[in-house]
């Protein structure tokens, strides 16, 4: 009854939500990044390719968390490696 509630309050909450895969993600990626390892090299693990579609993939690391987690240049490298996958 209470999820009904919360759609009736707002029917497009879905549409801005976050999923718990991609909040899992998120949190490998920043703790990997943490450990040394660069965000184009993390976001070809195995792990993030069967969790997230380049789409997902493109999203998360346009996250705040992530940004802040990151440095620019590994951020440009990441859009850049995205970019390739997008154009295949």
Known sequence: MLKLAAFL???MSFLFAKSAREERVAEYLIRE???????DDILQ????QN???PQQQARLIE???VI???????????REYLGTLAAE
Request: hydrophobic share 25%; proline share 3%.
């Open 45 to 48: 693990d195995h792990y993030v």
């Open 63 to 65: 996250r705040h968390d």
């Open 68 to 78: 802040h987690a990151v440095s620019t240049d590994d951020l440009e490298a990441a």
């Open 9 to 11: 309050r707002n029917p």
């Open 33 to 39: 990044h943490g450990r040394g390892r660069t965000l």
């Open 51 to 53: 969790r997230l579609s």
